[in-house]
């Protein structure tokens, strides 16, 4: 993030008081309780956000190699983003144009120059060609259909990849990042080095899982005897690019960074700062590493989550990697102790339908903005 910016976003913190209510956003939201429950609203924010995307993948460090391959389902649809030879990156449905078997398993791995089925052995090349249907002389010779894998549309930038799970329209990075482009740029994210990725299934909607990670008031109470006296509970810097949008959660001590001249002043050791890419994905900066969420929605109620840590640069020694591996445990340990428990008897009770709505309030505003933008993308949908 540019010093300017920094500089300017630790003003805006001078200026919202000791308690941050100058932080606060312009309205509270009352929101129906169903946006969590109801499975006709699912399927169209399957179809609409998930399906015709774009939806966020993951960072380029995953697929870094010729050959690596990123693999999700998104809208239902299973696709799979490969590493070309010259460094593009081709998105494919992940089915072989047989009878449909996956190709590509996993979250992510390398393949070679080819990709074989494991069903009947038809393989493919890593563009996607159909290379060669072995055993089979004859058996296909009055197939007219071109069976090379079905494309989707992938893009690449600022060392994040976005697809298009639903089909081969062009993915426009800029448009989709609206301004935020200039911070994430400068984060240099193509650089970092890829740790480990783990993933996890939680009986909760989508929506409630990014809630969790949106506002800091809960901080003080539901992480008491966690990261409550490192962190400010009060309010986090918002801030809106296009439908995705930026909280920054701050430390406690940011105060004491604000006495200092604008020129010695660094907000980077004091903020979490995550970037909401909406609907699949959230891409927090920490002081010395990152780290991602990818939602994959598998029903109203259940959502899989992806959880990646990425270094600034490869980990040079065992230790190194030791180092980071314990950041991500770390982080899962507090949200999967803390945050997403709760996050689940919450859904229970939404699902019980005893509770017509929740209320967003002003101390939160990431949390209203970001119902506010899927409402409006399911709105403008056809
Ligand atoms: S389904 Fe892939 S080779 Fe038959
Ligand atoms: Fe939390």
Redo the contacts with the bound molecule.
């Keep these: 993030m540019r010093r300017e910016r920094q500089v300017e976003l630790l003003a805006r913190v001078a200026d919202a008081g000791p308690r941050l209510t100058g932080l606060f956003g312009e309205t509270s939201l009352v929101q129906p309780a169903d946006a969590y429950t109801d499975p006709a609203r699912f399927a169209r924010e399957q179809q609409v956000l998930f399906r015709d995307g774009p939806t966020y993948l993951g960072l380029s460090a995953e697929c870094a190699e010729p050959g690596a391959f990123i693999s999700a389902r998104l809208g239902g649809v299973p696709v799979v983003v490969v590493r070309q030879g010259d460094g593009s990156l081709s998105g494919f449905v992940n089915a ?1 144009r ?4 996956p190709l590509f398993e996993g979250d992510r791995g390398t393949i070679g120059a080819r990709v074989a ?1 494991g ?4 393989t493919y090349e890593r563009d996607g060609r159909l290379a060669a249907r072995p055993m089979s002389e004859g058996a296909f010779d009055d197939v007219a259909l071109n069976c090379d894998l079905h494309r989707v549309a992938v893009a690449e930038r600022y060392g994040i990849v976005f697809v298009r799970a639903g089909g081969t329209a062009p993915i426009d990075i800029d448009d989709l990042l609206g301004g935020a482009e200039d911070d994430l740029g400068a984060f240099g994210l193509d650089g970092y080095a890829h740790i480990e990725s783990r993933t996890n299934t939680w009986n909760m909607n989508w929506k409630l899982l990014l809630d969790t990670f949106t506002e800091s008031y809960h901080i003080r109470w539901l992480h008491k005897d966690s990261i409550a006296p490192a962190f400010n509970s009060d309010c986090t810097i918002f801030e809106a690019f296009g439908r995705n949008f930026t909280s920054i959660g701050l430390r406690k001590d940011v105060f004491d960074e604000l006495g200092k001249a604008p020129e010695d002043q660094s907000l980077i050791p004091y903020g979490t700062i995550q970037y909401f890419l909406v609907p699949s994905g959230l891409v927090v900066h920490q002081l010395d590493h990152v780290e991602t969420w990818r939602l994959e929605p598998v029903d109203v109620r259940t959502t899989r989550a992806v959880t990646s840590m990425f270094a600034p640069e490869p980990p040079a020694t065992d230790k190194a990697v030791g180092y980071w591996r314990k950041n991500l445990d770390l982080l899962l340990q507090v949200v999967s102790s803390e945050d997403f428990p709760l996050m689940e008897r919450i859904q229970q009770n939404l699902d019980s339908g005893a509770l017509p709505e929740v209320v967003y309030g002003r101390i939160e505003p990431p949390l209203v903005y970001f119902h506010q933008a899927v409402d409006k993308l399911l709105a403008a949908a056809p």
């Design positions: 072989c047989h009878r449909g078997a089925c069903y009947h052995a038809w």
